[in-house]
């Protein structure tokens, strides 16, 4: 779907005042006009190439006559030749490579492109297709972008820090490339996720792309595949583990804090067992969150508090079923669960409120095998005593349903098909508006489509996806199916960072996101909408988030204080919007 933006992407004046002196400027244009290089060094820096729309003064005052055809065109025109140029490509990589390049010559050019086709190319630079691009990362290899922080190099982390392409950086976004989307280890290739991250941190957010850093630390890779292709162009060596490897990233993390402090690190795609240590070390440390973990957890709470909404009741009435107790299941009950106590359950009543099953069944205080995170969920056995249990004394999903009136049942769990028929059906019974979100990726591993939701629940059921759905004709009815994708938050929250100058993300802050997106939820105006508001009203979307996180962060002291209006305009000078800056 095509979209078009207009007056409102003209950059607007920066505002002086205390607090806008406190956070960090941020210039319209990227460069003093002294500086701007003449001639193909200004044609080669694509922060400033305008390429055919350089008017004649500016290609008589920075020497382009000649190097451009004579035409002179708008960036309405350049839009008409790149996209048909995209159309031109035969598959989802060589579109991807084309943007990719597109991105490296004229960044303007690049992001007005994504902006008008945002629905048609967010999944070409970004997921699902950046996964491929990561698999075949050596072999497309064209520019640089980003830095790769590799172990080899480790004596030396802030002279690489040092050498990135901006001085001045607002979002880091770093992976180690071991857990990539659900392609696993792919090394250096990796850094295509950070990559194609920031830029929906700027198409979304609008944080300013040159004020972006993608970073791969390279620390080997155990894909074999990798390492025995001739072409891999990352460090040819395994992985390297245990304290060694919780060494380097903290030389990384002290590095950032001496050469980018107040950066916003972000964490990306990092493996379970590495992603919450790291986050737990350093978050009361810098201005830092991992994306897996609270972004996921805040995008399904999110659309969980806009459903909830629908049915007239609170968050706190509501009984959920948790399937899947890993990283990503227990990540949402842990979200879901501040917000009960945020609206005045105590910490004993909340957790009451949740059911959790994993593969061996509902979490109970008789299991054994329960790591500290997934204990917080286990119900006491006294509740559970006389309840059905298969002959190895597992309490499964359908007898959890059976036995309780559930309202919300999210499956995080890869298990195709798990929520069946007759649970469905039981769940529906009892509740009028059941709240259903088979979350697990991809679709072939979903816990149930949602065209037999909609069916089994005689059109009653709230669903949201982990993968993108077409919608679901009911009764004559269009039903749109909400993807729950993290980019409903990511983009929001830097952008909330930066223009408050927070010094931290906390979970309040992460929560207040949840709330601001649930409040846009186009299902409370029309309760056969879709939960989630659509791609092309994400800038503003993210605004509004944006702002309900800066609000969050002055009222937790870590950020400096500033009035609502003061807050809602620096929110608003910082979103960059892709326009061409007049140089001459
Ligand atoms: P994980 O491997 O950490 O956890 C999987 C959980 O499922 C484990 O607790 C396991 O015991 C449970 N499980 C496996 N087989 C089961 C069975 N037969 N019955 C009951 N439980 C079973 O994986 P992670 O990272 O938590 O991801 C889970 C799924 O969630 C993936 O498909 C992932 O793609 C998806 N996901 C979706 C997101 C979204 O929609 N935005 C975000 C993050 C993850």
Redesign the pocket.
Known sequence: MKTRFSSAWEPTAKKEGSFTKMVTARPNMPIGRSNIPRGMDLLNRQGLNKGTAFTEVERTEFRLHGLLPPQVETLDEQLVRAYEAYRRKDDDVERHIYLRALQDTNEVLFYRLLLDHIEEMTPIVYTPTVALACEQFSHIYRRPRGLFISYPRRDSVAQLLRNRPNQDVDVIVVTDGERIL?IGDQGAGGLGIPIGKLSLYTLIGGIRPERTLPILLDVGTNNAARLNDPEYLGWRHERITGQVYFDFVDQFVQAVKQELPGTCLQWEDFA?PHARPILTRYRDELLTFND?IQG?AA??LGAILGAVKVTGKGLKEQRIVV?????????VADGLRGAMKGEGLSEEEAHSRFWV?????LLHSGRKDLTAEQGVYAQPESRVSGWPRTSNGRIG?TDVIGKIDATVLIG????RG?FSEPIVREMARKVDRPIIFP????TS?SEANAEDLIRWTDGRALVA???PLAPVSYNGRNIPIA????VYIFPAIGLGVIASGARRVTEAMMLAAARALAGHSPALKDSSASLLPPLNELRRVAAEIAFAVGVEAQKGGVAPKADEGELRQRVIETQWAPAYATLA
């Open positions: 659900g379970t897996d996921t995008v399904a399937f899947g107790a890993g990283s990503a299941g227990i990540g099953v994993d593969k061996d069944g999903l995080l769990s890869t298990v798990a979350l697990s990726n991809p591993r996806s982990g993968s993807q729950c994708n993290n």
